[in-house]
């Protein structure tokens, strides 16, 4: 019998295929180590194939669509209730074919709208047909506003002197600047820079008893949109700190050598945020630190 559906099931190392004919009858349960699956589905006829939706399953989608197979991604959630017995990868993998069959499953695909809603020959019904035409017009529309706050931000970010000056900071964009400004108003509200950066919850989590104190991860108090956009910049900042010869990416390159890019990124954003009170509080101006010439 000829397979037209598979489950695959994803791992680093083993693979779990389960396909069936279009009876929905078993023919094919299958063990495969990475190296083998672009070889295997190489020697199948086209078939639709499903695997659940994560970082790897992109990857696998590209390789087997390549191929000639029609791939659809299924988001984890639609998949569990499919599960018959104990949960394994071959179960899995049974599962996944299972969900992937059903005339009405919604693929995670939201970026596709258009060419499922363009495609007659899909299958689906009037009804699902018209939901993702309600769903793309909404998407559109959303995109629309973005578009238009983005537009109104950058606006006032080129008019604010005040903005563009916080601008200047590595980490800092339009987006953080305008935010910055916006949220924190009077400056005398905080003694220091540490304290600003505590009321971003940029600084150690602190347990204290019996004269010992004891530091955890960042605190994660106060405005959270605005440490996330805090967080967000200086991890873009650490990308493009590589190969910099000034006193601040020769910092940031030490401390990725000794530390998680994650709390480089949280360090580099509290650092941030303390010149920003010291910009706020002194109404003065960002000035990098010279570059260090090789001797």
């Avoid at 605005?226 to 910092?251: F, Y």
């Avoid at 580099?268 to 010149?275: E, V």
Wanted: proline content about 4%.
């Amino acid at each position: 019998m000829q397979v037209v559906r598979i489950g695959l099931d994803l791992a680093k190392y083993v693979f779990e295929v389960h396909g069936v004919d279009s009876h929905g009858k078993v023919v094919v349960r299958k063990t495969l180590r990475r190296d083998a699956v672009a070889r295997f589905f190489a020697d199948l006829p086209r078939c639709l194939v499903g695997m659940e939706a994560s970082n790897g399953a992109h990857y696998w989608a590209r390789v087997l669509s390549d191929l000639g197979h029609e791939v659809r991604l299924i988001s984890p959630q639609f998949v569990t209730p499919y599960v018959k017995s104990n949960k394994n990868d071959r179960n899995d993998a049974e599962a996944i074919c299972e969900a992937v069959g059903r005339p009405s499953m919604l693929l995670c695909r939201p970026r596709s709208l258009a060419v499922i809603v363009g495609n007659d020959d899909d299958g689906l019904s009037d009804m699902v047909r018209s939901l993702m035409r309600e769903l793309r017009a909404e998407m559109a529309e959303l995109d629309d506003r973005i578009a238009t706050y983005d537009r109104r931000i950058r606006e006032i970010f080129r008019t604010s002197e005040q903005c563009q000056r916080h601008g200047k900071i590595e980490g800092i964009g339009p987006v953080t600047a305008t935010a910055l400004i916006a949220a924190v108003g009077n400056r005398t509200c905080f003694k220091n820079g540490r304290q600003f950066a505590a009321w971003l919850g940029l600084v150690p989590k602190q347990r204290s008893s019996g004269g010992r104190a004891r530091l955890f991860g960042i605190s994660k108090r106060g405005d959270r949109y605005l440490r996330t956009l805090m967080i967000h910049g200086a991890r873009a900042a650490l990308g493009k700190a590589g190969g910099k010869q000034d006193p601040r990416s020769l910092w940031l390159g030490k401390l990725r050598q000794r530390r998680h890019p994650n709390v480089a990124a949280v360090a580099l954003a509290n650092k941030n945020a303390r010149i920003v009170w010291a910009m706020l509080s002194g109404n003065t101006f960002y000035e990098p630190a010279p570059s260090v010439k090789a001797a």
